[in-house]
């Protein structure tokens, strides 16, 4: 056990919680409900902002303009929700959120494949066969996963235009890819290489191919990590702007920069509910996920970092 | 051989996405080159995009922003820690809270940015419901003074980052011996003692990753940056992966944009390096303590 005393590690990170925690040795009751009401303030900032948007989104604007953020609506409309979805302007046309939707749907579907396709495979090669520069490969891969877009983007761009797929939800989706294989591949590898390499090698002498393993006994196992890379991957994808703007062109812009050209760039008339009710519209997918199984999503987002 | 084969495309996607890639940045930061890229580099004159780049306005308040935005949003670590012992503590609620903290985490950073913009905005926001409690004087109008605009990015930075460094706190707290809290409140030691002497010490590789991520974070803050103030007031708001971008794009000037990019990798790289170092350590340290 270590009882170095903190010296540069942080000593300010308790000051606001000190007099909270140092009280509870007395009066346990009182400090407790200090600890609770600290907690509801926080969550209050966390959850405010989402709700303001939720209650003005089903204002008409008559009532957003009031200026009450926090009352319900008087008169409840799904009008701003419908505007957003159908007609909604980006400066060049008014066709509605729903087109970077499909858009962002397109994108989502074979960015998934290719980056987990790729990076399971990866994974599995670098952790459970002998190759001989595979440290190397995944020291390499560590500096690959934090490198800024910006110093590879431009090359991208001439290399996707050479493909033909510049402007194009594929070209979009193979930058996604990209992008994603050096994170996604520790991540598979540092799962794969707990599989005891007894069950692998009594594999080889069973005379399975690295394929025929890779099929009938890693990938049924992997169940877990692939849900948690598949909801890594759709909340970083769905939720990416500057990928989507630099590859997306005019025609496979995604949900993400439609809607903030629709709300940043564009010079027409401000329509607050609308574009609130764009960006829940656009918000949607990925909480439904988190709601729907935050366990995993909590390992998603954090798996790369701790275990990078 | 099918191992090797396997790995041919991602040995592909290294060498062409990333190693050539980088190097053709590096390469073009040195030439002249405008809207299409140019390969002769003067030998006199190699370095004019750095110069150029150095002596722009935007950009050194691009790199001071950078330092403010680092600084400000390391709150969201703070702020985590202190969530993630308080929920790790009460068990009262500890799911409700966990929900509610680690959802911005599931909205983009545009959604975000778009967010605290409404909530900034004076006919629409804070500053509204402020002056309509009778708060006449309220000033939340952050975004439109070039002084204050960061502040506004900052915290909306922390709303969305805090539940991340919280889950990461949390992750870091329950991997500490459950004996030391036992043996902790035998020995009388008190709750502030408990945290800064013995947990803080203890949890050091986490604080020290989350301020690593969060650093490389800041690097890349661009998309919170066009929804919240798209640059402005003027150039107030700007950030090396703004300035980057917004010279590729609005400029449309690749040597200019690279000289930006290759600044941008050597500050993940002076950050990224002491990451690798610890890594490295955490490592040997714990298969010491598993022998």
Known sequence: MSTEPATATMPVGLSGAGPVLRRRRGRIK??????????????????I???????????????????????????WTLTPWYKAWNTLCTGLSCDGIKVGFFNSLAILFPSLVLSIALASVTGYALALWNVRWAGTFLFVL?????????????????????????????????????????LLTLIFRNFYKDIPQ?????????????????????????ANIMIVVLILMITTVWNDYLVGLTFGGISAAPMTVILANAVVTSRGEVIHNVNMAAALLTAIPPLVVYFALGRFFVQGITAGAIKG | MAP????????????VGFAWAIGWTIYMSFTRS??????????????????????????????????VLALGSALAIVFGFILAAMVEREKFGEGVFRTIFLYPLAVSLIVTGLVWRWMFNPSLGIEAFLRGLGWTSAQFNWLAAPDTA??????ASIWHGMGFYMALMLAGLKSINTEIWSAARLDGVSLWKLYTEIIIPMMKFTFLTCAILLSLGVVKA?????????????????????????????????????????????????????????????????EAAGR
């Not at chain 1, 009401?37 to 966390?46: E, G, H, K, R």
């Not at chain 2, 960061?150 to 915290?155: A, D, L």
């Open chain 1, 30 to 47: 009182g400090s407790s409900i200090a600890v609770f009401v600290f907690l509801c303030m926080c969550a209050a900032f966390v959850a």
């Open chain 1, 49 to 75: 902002p989402l709700y303001v948007v939720i209650v003005t989104s089903f204002k008409p604007i008559e009532e957003v303009t009031l200026g009450r953020i926090f009352a319900l609506p008087v008169h």
């Open chain 1, 142 to 182: 560590f500096i690959c996963a934090f490198v800024p877009f910006q110093i590879i983007m431009i090359p991208l761009i001439v290399l996707v235009a050479n493909l033909g797929i510049y402007g194009t939800v594929w070209g979009i989706a193979l930058v996604h890819a990209i992008l994603a294989m050096p």
């Open chain 1, 198 to 222: 007894e069950l692998i090698n009594a594999a080889i002498m069973d005379s399975g191919s690295f394929w025929q393993i890779f099929r009938e006994i890693v990938l049924p196992m992997s």
């Open chain 2, 4 to 15: 090797q084969i396997a790995l041919t495309p991602a040995l592909v996607v290294t060498l």
């Open chain 2, 34 to 67: 405008r809207r299409f890229p140019d390969y002769t580099i003067d030998p006199a004159d190699w370095y004019s995009q750095y110069e150029r780049l150095f002596g722009n306005d935007a950009w050194t308040t691009s790199l001071r922003n950078l330092i």
């Open chain 2, 150 to 155: 960061m502040y506004g990015i900052i915290i």
């Open chain 2, 222 to 286: 661009y998309d919170i940056v066009v929804a919240m103030t798209n640059g402005g007031p003027g150039t107030s708001t700007w950030t090396p992966a703004y300035f980057a971008i917004n010279a590729y794009s609005t400029r449309s000037n690749i040597g200019f944009a690279s000289a930006a990019a290759v600044i941008m990798l050597l500050i993940t790289l002076a950050i990224f390096l002491p990451l690798a170092l610890v890594t490295a350590w955490h490592h040997r340290q714990r």
